[in-house]
């Protein structure tokens, strides 16, 4: 991988980071001025499948990675999660957004933090199949025209018998990955805030 490609990359990496960061920081504010209109019931139920949300979608990265580390400018990769869909890491951090959303008890910010996500990287999305484009050529064509860009097509999956991987990187997306994680105390302090009066409540969501 050429130097400039190397860098273009690592700004796309920021860049998902960058993406990542937002949301959860839009998802905070919600939760912090919000409060959920669902039954204490449903609000605790809507939580535990946020939370199953949230570790597939740590493992979906963690799976994607294996796969893709450090390859992403020098080869088309197609097989494992890349063989159903283009953009696994994007997919499972959406699925892993909207578990987050999930922890406010509100079906609304669920959603809207999935619909969020999936805008924000299906822009970043675009711009990496711009550079792929050049830098990969035809192979990298073929590819876009037989796997879907975001949502996956389990029908086409196939594997290969040994994958290598860099464990920096993988490392690294761990890391990334446990950032949801990091919510959670955060989301039941506040609750316990607006329980006790210390934090105004500006609006109720579904």
């Known amino acids: ?12 990496q920021a860049m998902r980071r960058y993406v990542l960061a937002f949301l959860i920081g839009v998802i905070c504010f919600l939760l ?5 209109l669902q039954s204490e019931m449903s609000h605790e139920l809507l939580e535990a499948y946020g939370l199953a ?4 979608g740590i493992g ?7 796969y893709i580390g450090g390859r992403k400018s020098a ?5 494992g ?13 959406t699925l892993a957004a909207a578990g987050v959303g999930a922890q406010t008890g509100s079906f609304v910010v669920t959603a809207l933090a999935a619909g969020v996500c999936m805008m924000a990287f299906h822009i970043v999305a675009l711009r990496e199949e711009r550079h792929l484009k050049a830098v990969l050529g035809e192979p990298y064509r073929a590819y876009l025209e037989s796997v879907p860009r975001f949502l996956p097509n389990p029908r086409l999956f196939r594997d290969r018998e040994e994958v290598t991987f860099r464990p920096r990187i993988l490392n690294r997306t761990l890391v990334d990955g446990l950032a949801f994680f990091a919510a959670l105390p955060f989301f ?19």
């Open 1 to 12: 991988m050429s130097g400039e490609t190397a860098k273009a990359m690592a700004a796309y």
């Open 32 to 36: 912090v001025f919000s409060s959920s």
């Open 60 to 66: 979906g990265r963690l799976w994607s990675i294996l």
């Open 53 to 56: 949300l949230i570790l597939i």
């Open 75 to 79: 080869e088309v990769v197609s097989t």
């Open 188 to 206: 039941e302090l506040i609750e316990r805030g607006q329980e006790m009066g210390l934090i105004p409540i500006l609006f109720r969501l579904y």
């Open 81 to 93: 999660p890349y063989s159903v869909t283009r953009n696994p890491l994007y997919f499972f951090s």
